[in-house]
């Protein structure tokens, strides 16, 4: 193993960040604020966890609805975060938005036919409480799983925070996923609602999805009733009694609906994970933790400010944007930028057409991608003026040098840092990545955030840290967005992530730590 890992690395340079970006970034103001005067040092600091997150709820605006009585419980391999909090995340991402910002654009979202439409947090909150109303006419209540197969339209998150406030729990599934996928995660979640669309557009294609759906719902005796978003208007057949249309359910609903005060440790939703083996993963996360930790990681890893335009490229149907598309950018307050279609959909340049269009200032995506970029030639992105941009990310698998150092010439034009961030879906954060005041070098993802203890260890489970040969990647404490389980699998969740090392996070991947 270790082999393969050093030859991922050759890239020996190291880019230190911009003067400009380290004096202004919200990170230095924490640590200004808490007199601390080094990376090492915050790193140091952020190793007492509880007085760290604590911070961090205070640093991202987390309003309780009654404060926690303690901040850690911690019983391996459960961890409950902000004992005794009563909370839900829809609170700080749209209520308390709405009185904050009402008139300000949370989503900018663009079809791929090219129709847009901007959201703003007063009508998403408008939305969002007129379907939480229908949800509960249709009979869902607290605790119970609703499954949410739609497209990248608004309607998804729209979806996704309904859900929340009125204490259901959503289970994403990805839009690209086959008909078979979507049966399993409903009948292993037992999901009362599907929420989905007639279709939607892929590569100038209209991609069915309700139909696509009822030939396996005969299959889900669970699922009572059918919400249909109209997206393409192809033809669709509608089982009486059971389906209904989007528009004609919403149509003379209230547009308030009172949010539901959860536990902070009450379940927000269920998420499926292909496991290597067997039957999908159902990992479950938390209101109260896992908003604190995915709003920190972006204010902080990603240093949103109140003007950033951001766009994360990912699907919703994954974490990347359950986390940083829907909940972190809602709490945070920011305006998000929203695709439906293929990137390379009608030409090479659709995403550098969309970063030029709307000024996007925070810009997140694969390593895939950019590769597939790469291939193409930077004469696609030379065309539109990317100056808007000031910081890169990368998640979903390790960058290579090149491809990095692609995306820093081409797309950040040389002054953008890039924040190369490791995490699962199981982590429900970002866990490992640089900060806007970290030396980067192409290929690494640097150091663990702060508050995350991240180690490297051989077989055994002794530490390789300063080795420098690969190992596995482990991690020692718990961290607030971590999951709480996997849904009626406890069996598998100790097997899977705390069996290969006593009372250690087992990550499933390989990693190695430099000099």
Known sequence: MSETIESLLREGRVFYPPQELVENSNIKKFMDKHNINSYDELLEKAKNIEWFWNEMAKEVGIEWFKEPEKILEWN???????????YNIVHDALD??????????????????????????????????????????????????????????????????????IGAIHSVVFSGFSERALLDRIQDAEAKVLITADGFYRNGSTVELKNRADSVLNEAPSIEKVIVYRRCGNDVKMVQDRDHWWDELLADQPKECETEIMDANDLL????????????????????????GIAATLKFIFDIKDDDIWWCSADIGWITGHSYIVYGPLILGATSVMYEGAPLYPKPDRWWEIIEKYGVTVFYTAPTAIRMFMRLGESWSQKHDLSSLRLLGTVGEPINPEAWVWYYKYIGNEKCQIMDTWWQTETGMQMISPLPITPLKPGSATKPFPGIDADVVDPEGRSLHGKNIGGYLIIKSPWPAMLRGLWRAEERYINTYWSAFKDLYFTGDAARVDE
Not at 270 to 289: C, E, F, N, Q, R
């Open 76 to 86: 391996p391999p459960y961890a409950k975060w902000f004992v005794g909090a009563k």
């Open 96 to 165: 308390k938005q709405v009185k904050l910002r009402k008139n300000k654009v949370a989503y900018i979202w663009e079809g791929e036919p090219g129709d847009v439409r901007k959201l703003t947090y007063g009508e998403l909150y408008r939305e969002v409480n007129k379907l939480a109303n229908a949800l509960k006419e249709l009979g869902v209540r607290k605790g119970d799983r609703v499954t949410i197969w739609l497209p990248m339209i608004p309607e998804l998150p729209i979806s996704m925070l309904a859900c929340a406030k």
């Open 269 to 292: 939703f269920i998420l499926y994970t292909s496991g290597t083996t067997g039957k999908p993963k159902g990992v479950m996360h938390a209101h109260g933790g896992y908003a604190v």
